[in-house]
């Protein structure tokens, strides 16, 4: 697992290091998802083209799925 602590600037925009970037095989014009869970963000990069489809069903199947309380015993983990 590799860590980078990147700054946010005025416009709310972040820049992604270049080693997480050639390890990913993120290039300019890219698209990523981002995904956030409490304070929790998940960035990954979309590898498929049909994958923006089912972009705008993720986000309500993610929260059925997090808001499981019968998961909430890890979060205390």
């Keep these: ?21 050639e390890s ?4 300019k014009g890219d698209e990523l998802i981002l995904v956030k869970k409490g304070r929790l963000i998940i960035i990954e990069k979309i590898r498929e083209s049909n994958f923006r489809d089912l972009l705008k069903h993720s986000e309500k199947v993610a929260e059925k799925l997090w ?11």
């Design 1 to 21: 697992m590799e860590t980078k602590i990147v700054r946010v600037t005025d416009k709310g925009q972040i820049s992604l290091p270049t080693s997480i970037r």
């Design 24 to 27: 990913t095989g993120i290039k």
């Design 67 to 77: 808001s499981n309380k019968e998961d909430d015993i890890w979060d205390s983990i």
